[in-house]
């Protein structure tokens, strides 16, 4: 069982930067592939950025690709997300979420029918 709580959400202006941390408990963590997804109003959730258990590999939109980074560290059971550059169309609530995979995997599940365990939602908010 994984419990997952997100930080740091906010209101930023356009340009500006957030970064999101999740607070894992459980002792599965470090065998969990990471996602942080994130849902617009009135769009459909979407996987924003990912991270193998073991951090070696790592996913990103494309719509993200450059501005945001993923990291985890395991030794503190928290993955973050680095927000860099944030657009308005970035607005959204961003949930952190796990996938708890065998130690042979190391590809990020794209479907968030994948992940098994979801924090709460942090709301971020980019103004123009």
């Known amino acids: 069982q994984v419990q997952l709580v997100e930080s740091g959400g906010g209101l930023v202006q356009a340009g500006g930067s957030l970064r999101l941390s999740c607070a894992a408990s459980?002792?599965?963590?470090?065998?969990?592939?990471m996602g942080w997804f994130r849902q617009a109003p009135g769009k459909e959730r979407e996987l924003v950025a990912g991270?193998?258990?073991?951090?070696?590999?790592?996913y990103y939109a494309r719509s993200v690709k450059g501005r945001f980074t993923i990291s985890r560290d395991n030794a503190k059971n928290t993955v973050y997300l680095q927000m860099n550059r944030l657009r308005p169309e970035d607005t959204a609530v961003y949930y952190c979420?796990?996938?708890?995979?065998?130690?042979?995997?190391?590809?990020?599940?794209?479907?968030?029918?994948?992940?098994?365990?979801w924090g709460q939602g942090t709301q971020v908010t980019v103004s123009s």
């Open positions: 979420a796990a996938d708890h995979v065998p130690y042979t995997v190391q590809v990020v599940a794209t479907s968030e029918l994948e992940y098994d365990y």
């Open positions: 459980g002792r599965t963590f470090s065998s969990c592939n």
């Open positions: 991270i193998t258990w073991s951090g070696a590999s790592t």
